[in-house]
């Protein structure tokens, strides 16, 4: 589907010069907030695909039943919650966010079971009890003005053994920081991976959203990759 590019790059100014500009956890979770009623607008217009290729392999990869229990970290609005619904899912969905007034949002499309208000730091451990999740997904939480790598390997100590981790970012190295932090993450992976903790059952390189203002030709998609992996 065509974007109107126009509108695309209203809503990626706003995206990425209005609610990406703080540096304290506090701002970002003040920016999310305010423009969280129009958030979903914003990422139609830009094209964000990656919440359906995510929910698509959660399908695939996840062994996913009507008994089944799905945590959502950084669910945001329920957008990922959203596409799994529409792929029939009909398990147990918990979100999890840094912003209430996203998660307000998320309430209200009513799929979800519980939802809880945690900005993600190095370490920490997630706030859900003692559930044991089949299936973990992450879409566009982990980057440099984010959350941090570190987090990955908390997300491993809330999912069952034969569970899988769904990681996906966007990959479009425009700065420094990103380049050191798409490192950082890769190296945190490998580290998992190579402790014998989880092993990587598939990558899929897609377009994280369907313009890219970073680029010389915005009209180009913004590139993306999902990692699956499988918990030992």
């Known amino acids: 589907m065509s974007l109107d590019m126009e509108?695309?790059?209203v809503a990626w100014n706003l995206i990425y010069n209005d609610m990406l500009v703080?540096?304290?956890?506090?701002?970002?979770?003040?920016c999310y907030g305010q423009h969280a009623v129009r958030y979903d607008q914003y990422i139609k217009d830009i094209g964000y695909r990656m919440p359906a290729k995510t929910a698509k392999l959660l399908m695939k990869y996840?062994?996913?039943g009507p008994e089944s229990e799905v945590l959502d970290v950084g669910a945001g609005t329920g957008i990922l919650g959203t596409k799994l619904r529409e792929l029939g899912y009909r398990g147990e969905i918990d979100g999890l966010d840094g912003s209430s007034g996203m998660l307000k949002i998320a309430e209200s499309r009513k799929l979800y079971r519980n939802l809880v208000q945690q900005f993600l730091t190095a370490d920490c451990?997630?706030?859900?009890?003692?559930v044991m999740y089949d299936a973990i997904a992450s879409v566009g939480v982990f980057s440099a003005v984010h959350v941090g790598a570190s987090v990955t390997r908390c997300l491993f100590n809330h999912v069952k053994s034969g569970g899988v981790v769904i990681i996906s970012y966007r990959v479009n190295e425009t700065t420094i920081g990103d380049t050191e932090f798409i490192a950082e993450l890769k190296d945190t992976i490998n580290s998992i991976c190579d402790k014998g903790k989880a092993s990587v059952i598939a990558e899929l390189s897609t377009d994280f959203f369907g313009v890219n203002f970073f680029a010389d030709d915005p009209s180009k998609p913004c590139p993306g990759?999902?990692?699956?992996?499988r918990k030992t």
């Open 22 to 30: 703080s540096d304290t956890e506090q701002g970002l979770v003040e």
């Open 225 to 229: 990759l999902c990692l699956c992996l």
């Open 62 to 64: 996840g062994n996913l």
């Open 125 to 130: 451990a997630l706030d859900v009890g003692d």
């Open 7 to 9: 509108k695309a790059r």
